[in-house]
């Protein structure tokens, strides 16, 4: 498969700053910026940074960033699903995921991360990928927001939505063990019905045949 990544960007006035939110952005590029040490939601910022880079240089990896002058203040990674996930095991090379989104706390609620996903989702190249998101409660910052878990699910959904991606069933074990968690995914309007329908056979492995 031919990776194709045409830059986009936009820039946006928050009630925080001014901030840019473009991509896909290329290694040599993002080393040359500064990453916010509060974006933490996975790993401390110094080791995430490191695994952004390292997504920039794989073949289909994405990186869409948001900018307050040359600090990255949030980010959306995208890039082929983990070995060891469900995910990969169609070997589908126009499945890739949405592997994470983070905002920092400054910048959340200003329409940020709906900014990276319309913006992710602007290269054409993106028609031709099933791009999925796993939605764990676990991941989400209750403690921080003060939300519940359905508050806080809804709140996502909407964000994901600004990027096209929609809730679809699945029988995927992590997923279905509590009723917040979701899989998500945008098919892009080149996606081939047979890709479709590996797709489905992921989705639903314990199918009971009558």
Same mark, same amino acid.
């Given at each position: ?23 896909? !952005?290329?290694?040599? =590029? ?37 900018? +307050? ?26 499945? !890739?995921?949405?592997?994470? !989104? ?45 939300? +519940? ?17 929609? +809730? ?12 917040? +968690? ?18 489905? =056979? ?9």
């Amino acid at each position: 498969m031919e990776f194709i990544k045409t830059y986009y960007g936009v820039n946006m006035e928050t009630k925080s700053g001014q901030i840019v939110v473009e991509g896909p !952005i290329p290694p040599e =590029q993002l080393e040359k910026l500064k990453f916010h040490e509060d974006l933490t939601a996975f790993r401390v910022a110094k080791q995430q940074f490191k695994a952004l880079i390292g997504i920039a240089k794989l073949p289909e990896g994405r990186i869409i960033i948001a900018r +307050n002058e040359d600090t990255i203040v949030g980010y959306a990674t995208f890039l082929y699903p983990d070995p060891l996930e469900r995910w990969s095991e169609g070997k589908m090379e126009n499945l !890739i995921e949405l592997g994470a !989104i983070e905002v920092i706390p400054d910048f959340r609620g200003t329409g940020v991360g709906k900014q990276i996903l319309r913006v992710s989702m602007m290269d054409d190249a993106m028609e031709d990928y099933i791009v999925i998101t796993t939605e764990y409660y676990w991941h989400w910052d209750l403690k921080r927001t003060g939300l +519940n878990v359905w508050e806080y699910r809804k709140i996502m959904e909407k964000m994901m939505n600004a990027g096209g991606l929609e +809730n679809f069933a699945t029988d995927e074990p992590e997923i279905s063990s509590h009723p917040a +968690n979701c899989l998500m995914a945008r098919i892009g309007s080149r996606v081939d019905s047979e890709s479709i329908q590996r797709f489905d =056979q992921l989705r639903f492995k314990s199918r009971f045949m009558y």
